[in-house]
């Protein structure tokens, strides 16, 4: 709306008194006052949305913040759930694991003593046979 429009005068009266020009200007410059307080000017409500702003973004700062934190919670929470991720006790399975190393060597060892065994005793048996079958009359 125009400054005349507003002042309820013909833009021409304005023109003419350019000092009732000045002051409409200055007047639509300030906003309109309350009637129940203190009046308020406009460098005061300046200063109330630059906070206000501030605030704004320092809320959504640490949304981003909070947002981030509980992805990376619930990102962790969902890799030990799958079983994807390194178990808590990692230091007791790698125990775990040599010991069960050290066992299948050890094992490994009395399958090979037994072998041996096995083979001689089988060696033993073939020779015993072998002069059994030798040695023994025949019956004629």
């Known amino acids: 709306m125009s400054d005349a429009r507003q002042a309820g005068v013909d833009r021409a009266f304005l023109c003419r008194h350019k000092d009732l020009l000045a002051q409409v200007h200055a007047a639509s410059a300030e906003p309109p006052s309350d009637d129940v307080g203190a009046p308020v000017s406009r460098a005061s409500l300046q200063a109330d949305l630059a906070h206000a702003l501030d605030r704004g973004n320092r809320l959504g700062a640490r949304v981003r913040h909070l947002e981030t934190k509980l992805s990376e919670l619930l990102g962790e929470q969902a890799w ?33 003593e037994r072998d041996q065994e096995l083979q001689a005793a089988r060696a033993a048996d073939r020779q015993l046979i072998s002069r059994l079958n030798t040695t023994r009359p025949t019956d004629a």
């Open 80 to 112: 030990r759930e799958c079983g994807l991720g390194a178990p808590d006790d990692i230091e007791q399975l790698k125990s775990r694991i040599t010991a069960l190393e050290q066992q299948v060597v050890d094992q490994a060892g009395q399958l090979e």
